[in-house]
């Protein structure tokens, strides 16, 4: 079972970057499409960005312009730049493989810890 590991968060002012890192074990990372999900508190958990296994990127509305997904295959890694940051993307910070004929991306590996993002002055 491949397992995930997220890192990179922090507590950030407002405009500020912060760089997540998603690290997966096991060596067929790269066949998987790659999804960086957050979940706030009182809230579900949503899709922010998402790379198939071929690079295509795609961003949630709310991020567009400010968050960038990529990923290194060869390090079986995926990656969440965020700039511009903004108090209401304070979440917990999730990345999960998915299948990309699902379109409500629904991860279908086991969940990391995840990696708290807080945006605060």
């Known amino acids: 079972q491949v397992q995930l590991v997220e890192s990179g968060g922090g507590l950030v002012q407002p405009g500020g970057s912060l760089r997540l890192s998603c690290a997966a074990s096991g060596s067929i990372f790269s066949i998987y499409a790659m999804g960086w999900y957050r979940q706030a508190p009182g809230k579900q958990r949503e899709l922010v960005a998402a790379?198939?296994?071929?690079?295509?990127?795609n961003t949630a509305d709310s991020v567009k312009g400010r968050f960038t997904i990529s990923r290194d295959n060869a390090k079986n890694t995926a990656y969440l730049r965020m700039n511009s940051l903004k108090p209401e993307d304070t979440a917990a910070y999730y990345c999960?493989?998915?299948?990309?004929?699902?379109?409500?991306?629904?991860?279908?590996?086991?969940w990391g810890q995840g990696t708290q993002v807080t945006v605060s002055s």
């Open positions: 999960n493989a998915f299948r990309p004929e699902d379109s409500h991306y629904r991860g279908i590996l086991a």
């Open positions: 790379i198939t296994s071929g690079g295509t990127t």
